[in-house]
Antibody, heavy 122, light 106 residues
Framework: EVQLVQSGAEVKKAGESLKISCKGSGYGFTTYWIGWVRQMPGKGLEWMGTIYPGDSETRYSPSFQGQVTISADKSISTAYLQWSSLKASDTAMYYC???????????????WGQGTMVTVSS | DIQMTQSPSTLSASVGDRVTITCRAS??????LAWYQQKPGKGPKLLIYKASSLESGVPSRFSGSGSGTEFTLTISSLQPDDFATYYCQHYNSYGTFGQGTKVEIK
């Protein structure tokens, strides 16, 4: 079964760093782009960026460029989203999602992780 | 940046109704458009990709159409399981989402 399993909920303080994970299984991890999507409480979906685990090519939304870092470790089929200094406004549910097409950088999200809730207190 | 605007923001409908949601792009995106369904407390589910291609396993009452800047998602006969929030997304270059349309019970 193709699936993405995300790390558990996090409660952090403003200014702290954080790295959340997304482990892929059931498919060739290195050959599909994986993206990250933010959903703030009660709000809509926001596309943050995407990475190709095969060579770690990464693309960011201008809104998130410089605010987060997306990375991947293909040896353990895991993608990451990290912050160096959290803000209260980073409080949100974060989803990882795999692109639909093999090797396609511009694509719909086909398989979704269960989401990781990040709560940042000020 | 390309902006995606959905209408309406909320839609009240009854079981059996035909429902149409519109998504407009601020500039042409060819057919690089997807539709998702999200239920409370759950992650999104892909319904339609390339504007009109039905994802495997999605009921045929869902259909998508359009190209360029105007797109629609149609549910031909609304079922109880369809009450949810729907998002469009363009995915040529950045993957911008629309703001969502909540389909609620009338």
């Amino acid at each position: 079964e193709v699936q993405l399993v995300q790390s558990g909920a996090e409660v952090k303080k403003a200014g702290e760093s954080l790295k959340i994970s997304c482990k892929g299984s059931g498919y060739g991890f290195t050959t599909y782009w994986i993206g990250w999507v933010r959903q703030m409480p009660g709000k809509g979906l926001e596309w943050m960026g995407t990475i190709y685990p095969g060579d770690s090519e990464t693309r960011y939304s201008p809104s998130f460029q410089g605010q987060v870092t997306i990375s991947a470790d293909k040896s353990i089929s895991t993608a990451y989203l990290q912050w160096s200094s959290l803000k209260a406004s980073d409080t949100a549910m974060y989803y990882c999602a795999r692109h639909r097409g093999y090797g396609e950088p511009n694509d719909a999200f086909h398989i979704w992780g269960q989401g990781t809730m990040v709560t940042v207190s000020s | 940046d390309i902006q995606m605007t959905q209408s309406p923001s909320t839609l009240s409908a009854s079981v059996g109704d035909r429902v149409t949601i519109t998504c407009r792009a601020s500039q042409t995106i060819s057919r690089w458009l997807a539709w998702y369904q999200q239920k409370p407390g759950k992650g999104p589910k892909l319904l339609i990709y390339k504007a009109s291609s039905l994802e495997s396993g999605v009921p045929s009452r869902f259909s998508g159409s359009g190209s360029g800047t105007e797109f629609t998602l149609t549910i031909s006969s609304l079922q109880p399981d369809d009450f949810a929030t729907y998002y469009c997304q363009h995915y040529n270059s950045y993957g911008t989402f629309g703001q969502g349309t909540k389909v609620e019970i009338k």
